[in-house]
């Protein structure tokens, strides 16, 4: 029973993340942007998914680390669309400094 709780949880929230990744890109190939999504957003969270990954193999767990992997896929996808939306990866990372300077 615990197993199938932690499936369809993963099950959900991958489904969820591809979904929205999946529109972010439509977006971008159909109006040029990506909606305002942050490079930052995809910066932290392919650094924070990759720790995760990391300790859901330490932990031995199979539902965490399948679904960690997802998560990075996902975040690498999203900081993908982000560096094909701003030209490069230099431009995309200028685009998150003057994201902060504008907070």
């Not at 998914?49 to 975040?75: C, D, H, R």
Request: charged share 10%.
């Amino acid at each position: 029973m615990e197993s199938l709780l932690g499936w369809s949880a993963s099950t959900l929230l991958l489904l969820t993340i591809a979904y929205q990744s999946w529109r972010q890109y439509l977006r971008l190939r159909e109006a040029g942007d990506t909606g305002g999504a942050s490079p930052w957003l995809f910066l932290g969270q392919t650094v924070a998914n990759a720790l995760f990954v990391a300790y859901a193999l330490l932990l031995g767990n199979i539902v965490f680390t399948v679904t960690n992997t997802g998560l990075l896929l996902a975040s690498l996808f999203g900081l993908w669309v982000c560096v094909r939306q701003h030209g490069s990866a230099k431009q995309t990372a200028q685009a998150a400094a003057d994201e902060v300077k504008a907070s």
